[in-house]
């Protein structure tokens, strides 16, 4: 496809479930990012790939969340014994070149934990 | 610490007028600010940038003014359309690739 791809649409989990969350960037895009947004806040910064390197996990709320792209293109973002706090849309987005923050998001996941 | 602000949650304008979205920020390192628009069930799509060494960019009916002193800047869509309303979004960068982003101002126009 032409844009960022995310998989599923939809989740819910049951509080304490493992969740994995798929992210296809756009094709030769080096870069990488997740955001997860709250409820009517804006997107925060979870972390970034460069191609498969990890750069920035800054983000990252807990080590419950855990997040790979081993082959520089396709990027999992993992969260292990969800929380009802968890519940959010994690948004992906990629660009094509390092030091572009023009990034093109995807339409998200949204995760709901019950 | 919210370190980009949207204070006005939402706006209306009526068709055909002027759509003024305003953002504050607090880091003084922030030396670029990107807009964003957000339809429903979308994810945000990139509208506008500006560099902090620029006090004005301007792209078809989006102008976007920076005001460094103030730590302010400014969207203007001007003629406002139909398909402008969605959620807006500033956005802040510095030397690194991550954005922060404001809470959004959700822009509707009224026919």
Known sequence: GAGVSQSPRYKVAKRGQDVALRCDPISGHVSLFWYQQALGQGPEFLTYFQNEAQLDKSGLPSDRFFAERPEGSVS??????????????????????TGNVEAFFGQGTRLTVV | DQQVKQNSPSLSVQEGRISILNCDYTNSMFDYFLWYKKYPAEGPTFLISISSIKDKNEDGRFTVFLNKSAKHLSLHIVPSQPGDSAVYFCAANFGNEKLTFGTGTRLTIIP
């Open chain 1, 76 to 97: 999992t973002l993992k969260i292990q014994r969800t929380q009802q706090e968890d519940s959010a849309v994690y948004l992906c987005a990629s660009s094509s070149w």
